[in-house]
């Protein structure tokens, strides 16, 4: 049987934190999420900006803002609400 979870989302003003605990269990974690933090600089951080850049017409190369994840990501992944 698959585990469930229950999950808490703070949507600040300035940053967004998610953490969850799995059922049964007292144990709180902070999920890490994958972000850009640089230019085609990846990395899982505790704290997600809540604001988001727009960069004005060729000021950025798209090249670096492309995000990489494999084909097969996400199979077999428990349906999620965002």
């Known amino acids: 049987m698959a585990t469930r979870y229950t ?3 703070d949507l600040g003003t300035s940053n ?3 953490a969850f605990a ?5 144990r709180i ?3 890490e999420i994958e972000q850009l933090v640089g230019r085609g ?5 505790t704290l997600l900006p809540s604001v988001r850049y727009h960069p004005a ?3 950025l190369d798209p ?3 492309r995000l990489v994840a494999s084909a097969g990501e996400g199979q077999g992944a428990p349906p999620a609400v965002l």
């Not at 799995?22 to 007292?26: I, K, L, Q, S, T």
């Open 57 to 59: 017409a060729g000021e």
């Open 7 to 9: 999950v808490g989302i």
């Open 63 to 65: 090249a670096t803002l």
């Open 41 to 45: 600089e990846l990395a899982a951080r």
């Open 16 to 18: 967004t934190v998610v």
């Open 29 to 31: 974690q902070v999920l």
């Open 22 to 26: 799995a059922e049964g269990e007292d």
